[in-house]
């Protein structure tokens, strides 16, 4: 199964990606503050966004964590996405907290 796989390949791959998001992001950032994008409009819209993914990150958490249990036991899996759930929950509550500093 991981006769194919280069993990040179992949361990050079991963970081020049994110270099090149990085680079991206930061273009797009300039160019949008210079065409006035990131107004309150702009803010609040991303705001609902993230919302909306954070469920839907949540309920998919939940849905391949069930489907783990059942498929393979408690392995490394189990452990691995019981780490990204407590990830994904605790950064939530440092965030509410954060947020309910602010107002």
């Known amino acids: 199964m991981y006769e194919k796989f280069d993990l040179f390949t992949f361990l050079i791959g991963l970081p020049l990606a994110i270099v090149i998001i990085g680079i991206v992001f930061l273009i797009n950032r300039k160019i949008g503050k210079k065409k006035r994008w990131f107004d309150e409009r702009y803010n609040r ?8 993914s954070w469920i839907a990150t949540t309920i998919a958490i939940l849905v391949v964590w ?5 498929m393979e ?3 490394l899996t189990f452990f ?3 780490g990204l759930w407590i990830v994904h929950m605790v950064s939530y509550t440092i965030g509410a907290f954060v947020g309910n500093q602010d107002n």
């Not at 819209?45 to 909306?52: D, L, P, Q, T, V």
């Not at 069930?66 to 059942?70: F, G």
């Open 45 to 52: 819209i991303h705001e609902k966004a993230r919302s909306y």
């Open 66 to 70: 069930m489907i783990v249990i059942v």
């Open 73 to 75: 036991g408690p392995g």
């Open 80 to 82: 691995l996405l019981t």
